[in-house]
C-alpha cells in the first residue's frame, strides 16, 4: 500500500487544474484521488487517471479515501468548504482569498480552534517564493535598520473575461500584497487609505489602477499598485526601504534580447509563470504537513487579516480616508 497522501480537489478551473497537474505530475507523496466541481462536465475532464468526480464538494470531503482536501473554487465558496473539511478533522489547503467576508474568516478561525490545532494552509504563495524568502532573510538579518517603506506593485497582464468585478482588485489580488507586507516586515495592518487614479482606458468600466496605502502597527507605510488590465505582462514588484539601506525583489532570469527593439527581458506572462516554483514549493511543504495531520505557512489567522484589509480597503474606496483595521486577539494556535 502506498503511503502517498490522497487528495481530494474541489474546484477544477483555471488554478484547480495547475494544481492537479502539479500534484499528479512535478510532486511526489501525494494522489489525486478525487475531484469535484459545480460543473460536472469539467470536473470529469480535469480527473486525473484513477480519481473519482463527485458530484458535491460535502461528498468529496467526507470520503473515506479522501485523507486532505484543496480547495481551488471562487472565494465565496471556501467558507462552507473549510468548515466542512474542519469538521471532518481533515487537512485543508485553501486556495486565496480564505473568505470574503470577516463573518465567515471567524467562523473559519472558531471551527479550526475549537478542533484544537492547524488544518487550514491558505494558498499565500509568494511566502514561498525563493526571492521574497532571501528579502525577508535580509530584512530580518537586521544589518538594514528597522524597514519604514515597502513598495510593492501588483500588475496583471489583462482580466479574465467575466471574472472580474471592481471589487476584485482589492479582494482578490490586494490580498497577495497585504499578506507579504505583513510576511516581510513582520507586523500587521492597522489601517488602509485608497486612492484611485485616472482610471486606465484598457479596462472599461473597470476601476483600474488602484493604489493603495497601508498602515502597519510599527508606523511604516506600504504602496501597493494594483494593476489588472496593464497588458504588457504580469509583473511584480517590491522594494523595502530600511533606516540604513534598501533591499528588492532581483528582476527574474531571463535570455537578454538584443534585436531591432533594442536590449529586452521577456517578462512572465501570467501568475502561474511568474510564480512556478512557489506554487511547487507552497504544495512540497504541504503534503509534508498534511501527512502529518497539520498545516504550515499561511494560516487561518492570515486568510483573516487579509480578508480584514480587503474589506477595510473597499470601506476606504467609498470614504476616501484612512479605515481601519481592528483584528481581535491572535489565538494560541496560530502563535
Ligand atoms: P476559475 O473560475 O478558473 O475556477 C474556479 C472553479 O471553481 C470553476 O471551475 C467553478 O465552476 C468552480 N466552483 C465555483 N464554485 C464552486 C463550488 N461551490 N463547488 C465546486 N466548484 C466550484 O477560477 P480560478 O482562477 O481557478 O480561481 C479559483 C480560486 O483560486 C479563487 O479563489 C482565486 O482567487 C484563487 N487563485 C489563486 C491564485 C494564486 O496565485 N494563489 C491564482 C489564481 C486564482
Ligand atoms: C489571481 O486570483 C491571483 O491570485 C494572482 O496571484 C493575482 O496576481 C491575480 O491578480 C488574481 O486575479
Redesign the pocket.
Known amino acids: 500500500m502506498s503511503d502517498n497522501l490522497k487528495v481530494g480537489v474541489?474546484?477544477?478551473?483555471?488554478?484547480?487544474c495547475d494544481h492537479i497537474r502539479r500534484l499528479t505530475q512535478v510532486l511526489s507523496g501525494v494522489d489525486v484521488v478525487a475531484v469535484?466541481?459545480?460543473?460536472a462536465k469539467?470536473a470529469a475532464g480535469a480527473a486525473p487517471a484513477g480519481a473519482r468526480a463527485f458530484d458535491s464538494?460535502p461528498g468529496l470531503i467526507a470520503a473515506d479515501e479522501v485523507e486532505a482536501v484543496v480547495i481551488?473554487?471562487?472565494?465565496p465558496?471556501h467558507e462552507d468548504q473549510l468548515l466542512a473539511a474542519i469538521a471532518a478533522g481533515k487537512p485543508v489547503f485553501c486556495?486565496?482569498?480564505m473568505t470574503t467576508s470577516e463573518d465567515a474568516a471567524l467562523k473559519v478561525m472558531d471551527a479550526e480552534v475549537t478542533f484544537g490545532r492547524r488544518l487550514v494552509q491558505v494558498?499565500f504563495?509568494r511566502r514561498f517564493d525563493a526571492d521574497y524568502r532571501r528579502l525577508k532573510a535580509v530584512i530580518d538579518g537586521g544589518e538594514l535598520g528597522a524597514a519604514l517603506m515597502f513598495h510593492s506593485a501588483h500588475r496583471n497582464a489583462a482580466v479574465p473575461e467575466g471574472?472580474y468585478t471592481s471589487e476584485m482588485p482589492l479582494n482578490?489580488t490586494l490580498v497577495h500584497d497585504a499578506d507579504i507586507a505583513r510576511f516581510l516586515l513582520s507586523d500587521e495592518i492597522s489601517g488602509v487609505e485608497v486612492r484611485t487614479p485616472r482610471r486606465s482606458s484598457r479596462g472599461g468600466e473597470l476601476r483600474d489602477p488602484t493604489f493603495v496605502l497601508l498602515h502597519m502597527g510599527s508606523g511604516a507605510l506600504v504602496d501597493v499598485e494594483i494593476s489588472v488590465n496593464i497588458g504588457y505582462g504580469y509583473d511584480i514588484r517590491g522594494e523595502v526601504s530600511c533606516e540604513a539601506g534598501v533591499a528588492r525583489l532581483p528582476e527574474r532570469p531571463a535570455p537578454v534580447v538584443r534585436d531591432s527593439h533594442g536590449l529586452r527581458r521577456a517578462i512572465p506572462e501570467d501568475?502561474r509563470e511568474r510564480?512556478i516554483e512557489a506554487y511547487d514549493q507552497e504544495f512540497r511543504e504541504w503534503i509534508v504537513a498534511a501527512k502529518a495531520g497539520g498545516a504550515t505557512g499561511p494560516s487561518a489567522w492570515d486568510g483573516y487579516a487579509a480578508t480584514l484589509v480587503a474589506d477595510a480597503a473597499l470601506r476606504a474606496v467609498d470614504s476616501g480616508k484612512l479605515e481601519t483595521v481592528a483584528m481581535r486577539d491572535k489565538p494560541e494556535i496560530y502563535n
Open positions: 474541489i474546484g477544477t478551473g483555471m488554478i484547480g469535484n466541481d459545480i460543473d469539467r464538494a481551488c473554487s471562487w472565494g465558496a486556495e486565496k482569498p494558498g504563495m471574472l482578490d501568475w510564480f
